[in-house]
């Protein structure tokens, strides 16, 4: 949140901003979906369909206002996509609020059945976590084959081990988990290649009752991070394979960083064969911690690029995702933002730092009216390279707005889609999701999953303070796509920071095993590659974290493969 909007009472007088008097000039409208610049003549229509209500999800954020304008009730929460009872199909499970002068409000899981349709198993699942939710990281923690769940809170976060059969133990305690921040986003990472995974808790500030803040008519709002004095830096909790986990954090270096964190993803950004973390921070310059294997990390977001926007900005960062847009083999990086400030593309340049190429990229205009939370770098539409979907949600009332007392009516803003046209540059889809993009909600989590297993990406997205949507992609499969689950030896267990290319049609499609992402959320589901039109693909070379690399043989699409490390060629 740019804290230039909000600032403690009383608020004092400011000449207008440039960005404020650009945005003037261009009298921008808000923008959904639809863009006057169409996509091209030949491409197929995106179409996401609202399938919430025939889905039997029935999720809906709790969030309980008491007026006061408590900053965590506005961040909202999020969800992650697994196969928590090992049936094969993906289940839901959402991040839940409550009440910030009390208890949490319980986080729910919901099981797939075979119909298609999915069934609240909360209750017996041991899930039900009460904490003031806000983010989830999906990995197999303790090594038996089954997905594990992270949970960050306002207040101390939760670890809950799977059985494999839809039921999950509270380990929090045997875990060691003790610390009471304000966690925002988690990641799940093997920092130390000792196969063991290890968390990373993203940390906000400290909230401090007493701060009240106004908006620009004077009344009552959320404040700006910026008007609490007091960030967080992050934490490091290492695996120590006996159930416990050990607080890293300071001999690592990231105690030299307080930051207002948000949102987070792992991938190995210097091809090291090591995984290293790039944190988004609202309203200061985001971090990107290079993992070093005889030292500790050291902070190279300013000199690879990626610290601030390309006018030297530092912007309200919240929602992040990693992948190649322009298939030159190396992962680009993408931001969401405040209103008024664009999200930011920042592109690849040779193997060490990245560009602000949101501009050139076709981004900056479109995106400039909403605040955009979860985001996803995702092939919709399965013709081989990678478009970009934006829930939105703003964080300040929008005066223009006759929102009902006592909700969040007055922050809801339309969503966004932008299609890829192959080389990087995007377009806004017009009106070819309505569903999607034209309701209005306050939106912050997200993830693409393929969750009825007919080859294109759906959409899951969680509300602040309202329902969850599903959104059933119908159409994306009629190009070729492959599925690809990445293991390692004799376990069931995926190979999280495994980097997989798959090559088709004469050229690799590049993607990363992750735990999170997005803003909020996380997953554990195959990775997903559309491929236009190639009914076969030549192989799949992955290198491994540590450096290894082997390859595996090619075969027809549009089909789920399993790759397992040491089955291949070396």
Known sequence: MDPSLLTPEPMALRPLRADTLLLLMLMLPLLSCSDERPVEEDAEPVVFVDVTEESGVDFRHDVTLHGEYALPEIMGSGVAVLDANGDGNLDLYFVNAGDTKGRGAINRLYLRMEDGRYRDATDESGLGDAGYGMGVAVGDVNGDGHPDLYVGNWGRDALYLGQGDGRFTDATEQAG?????WTTSVALLDYDLDGHLDIYAVHYLVVDTSIKCTGPRGARDYCSPKSYPKAKSDALLRNLGDGRFEDVSREVGLESRASYGLGVVVDDFNADGRPDIYVANDGQPNHLWINHANGPFTEEALPRGAAVNGNGRAEASMGVAVGDVDGDGHDDLFMTHLDRESHTLYRRTGTRGFADTTIASGLFRPSRPATGFGTALSDLDNDGDLDIVVVNGRVTRNTRTDAVQGTLDAYREPNHLFLNDGSGTFQSAPGASPDFCSVSEVSRGLVTADLDGDGDLDLVVTNCGGPARIYENRGGEARAWLAVRVRGPGITRRVIGAQVEVHAGGRPFRRTVTSSA????????????GLGDSAEFASIIVNWPGGD???????????LVTVVRGQGRR
């Not at 988990?177 to 921040?181: H, V």
């Not at 996380?522 to 590659?529: K, N």
């Open 177 to 181: 988990l003790t610390r009471r921040d």
């Open 518 to 529: 997005s803003y909020l959320s996380g997953w554990d589901t195959p990775l997903h590659f």
């Open 549 to 559: 690399r082997e390859t595996f043989a090619g075969g027809p699409t549009k089909q």
